[in-house]
């Protein structure tokens, strides 16, 4: 029987969970007889190009644990966009270690680089199985009803609301303006109103980039919260934009400039921190957790580490029954059944390239509420519990 090797690539930003995936694919493809070695690309596909792999068969069941609950991305991520030269060397380098099936892990970008990969392939006439295993904070890929990592980055901005506020209503420093990863989508920026139990409860505002900004409504509507209340806590997406595109804010910095077409994006809520201050008279802080709140192992949901292993685990399965060229699809949670997962193979093609917004009958007008409860049902199993807080002492002995 010919070897059946096994390579795995991890690419684009890193989750809390995505290791726990890489753990599982790993664990699985060790308890497969017809797997003999289980490879590595170092950088992703840039790795895989230069030959740059690590063979992962003989880690032990301590090993996996340990990676099992680790943040970040062990095998080293990139955003490698490979030349047709450094295709022919992937392809060399798999010839080599006789590898017949390769699992790519990653968000959109990386299931269209597993799709062109597939098509390259074609033209070499060289036989691989593929199959993608989703991965993302942004929740953007259109395919899946969820991305592994998003709800514990969910859940790090939801708790992380609820923590802001009871330092905010604290002192004499009236407002903050908290800023979230997602880039063009706003499903963590969302994901704060979870911390919301009663009116006057942070969030106040909140901007997704699915709705345009308007400079003059956000200051009045920031002007008479802190009138009625006392104080506020806004939550703007590091992507929100005006209605004809442009960025509320943008990097200017050369070294910040973009990176096959995507930019380093990020400052908007120090931007807006000044604009509050000069055109507000209102002290005004900012706060960017920016990359701690995609990493944060302490935050890190239930739920969100049972899809992680399980599309880790039934992408081996699936590449072993004979499928290629598709991705895991996590399927809706069912609502009698909150534990029971269920998942459909879907074409790369359709996952790949297709970005997911939150849907329209999910968004309120009303930018004070943000989102319906529609959006909450679905969000809420996701992240798990959160920690809440009892009101001021104030409060008590009224």
């Known amino acids: 029987m010919p070897e059946e090797n096994l390579l795995i690539v991890q690419g684009g930003g890193p989750t809390a969970v995505f290791n726990a995936s890489l753990a599982s694919i790993i664990q699985e493809a060790m308890s497969q007889p017809r797997i003999s070695q289980i490879f590595g690309a170092r950088s992703g596909m840039k790795g895989l190009s230069t030959g740059d792999l690590i063979e992962l068969t003989n880690l032990t069941p301590a090993h996996l644990v340990a990676l099992r609950n680790s943040p970040g991305a062990s095998l080293s991520s990139s955003?490698?966009?490979?030349?047709?030269?450094?295709?022919?060397?992937?392809?060399?380098?798999?010839?080599?270690?006789?590898?017949?099936?390769?699992?790519?892990?990653?968000?959109?970008?990386?299931?269209?680089?597993?799709q062109l990969f597939r098509e390259f392939c074609n033209k070499l006439n060289f036989e691989i199985q593929i199959i993608g295993v989703p991965k993302t904070i942004d929740n953007d890929i259109a395919a899946t009803d969820r991305c592994p990592g998003f709800a514990s980055a969910a859940r790090f901005v939801a708790q992380s609301t609820l923590?802001?506020?009871?330092?905010?209503?604290?002192?004499?420093?009236?407002?903050?303006?908290?800023?979230?990863?997602?880039?063009?989508?706003?499903?963590?920026a969302a994901a704060s109103t979870l911390a919301k139990q009663d009116a006057g409860d942070a969030p106040h505002l909140v901007y997704l980039p699915e709705v345009p900004f308007v400079r003059d409504t956000f200051l009045s509507n920031l002007d008479n919260t802190v009138r009625r209340i006392g104080w506020a806590v806004v939550i703007?997406?590091?992507?929100?934009?005006?209605?004809d595109g442009t960025p509320v804010f943008e990097q200017k910095i050369a070294s910040h400039g973009a990176t096959h077409n995507?930019?380093?994006?990020?400052?908007?809520?120090?931007y807006l921190s000044g604009v509050v201050s000069e055109s507000l008279g209102i002290r005004c802080r900012s706060e960017k957790p920016g990359l701690i709140g995609r990493s944060c192992a302490s935050q890190v949901s239930p739920q969100d580490l049972e899809d992680a292993e399980l599309v880790g685990r039934e992408g081996v399965r699936?590449?072993?029954?004979?499928?290629?060229?598709?991705?895991?699809?996590?399927?809706?949670?069912?609502?009698?059944?909150?534990?029971?997962?269920?998942f459909e193979l879907v074409p790369l093609t359709k996952a790949a390239g297709h970005s997911r917004t939150i849907p329209p009958?999910?968004?309120?007008?009303?930018?004070?509420?943000?989102?319906?409860?529609?959006?909450?049902?679905?969000?809420?199993?996701?992240?798990?519990?959160?920690?809440?807080?009892?009101?001021?002492?104030?409060?008590w002995t009224q």
Not at 88 to 111: D, P, S, Y
Not at 175 to 188: A, K, P
Not at 236 to 243: K, L, N, P, Q
Not at 364 to 382: C, G, I, K, M, N
């Open 79 to 114: 955003r490698f966009k490979p030349t047709e030269e450094d295709l022919e060397h992937c392809v060399e380098h798999l010839r080599q270690r006789k590898v017949r099936h390769l699992i790519f892990m990653g968000g959109n970008g990386t299931m269209r680089g597993a």
């Open 318 to 342: 699936a590449l072993l029954a004979g499928k290629t060229d598709q991705m895991l699809a996590l399927l809706p949670i069912p609502i009698d059944n909150l534990h029971h997962q269920k």
């Open 262 to 270: 995507r930019p380093l994006i990020g400052g908007v809520a120090q």
């Open 236 to 243: 703007v997406s590091e992507g929100t934009s005006y209605a």
């Open 361 to 395: 009958e999910w968004i309120e007008e009303d930018q004070t509420l943000a989102v319906t409860d529609s959006f909450h049902s679905y969000l809420r199993p996701l992240v798990g519990d959160l920690r809440y807080y009892p009101p001021p002492l104030s409060a």
């Open 163 to 188: 923590d802001l506020a009871m330092d905010i209503r604290s002192l004499p420093q009236p407002v903050s303006i908290f800023e979230t990863l997602g880039r063009d989508v706003g499903w963590l």
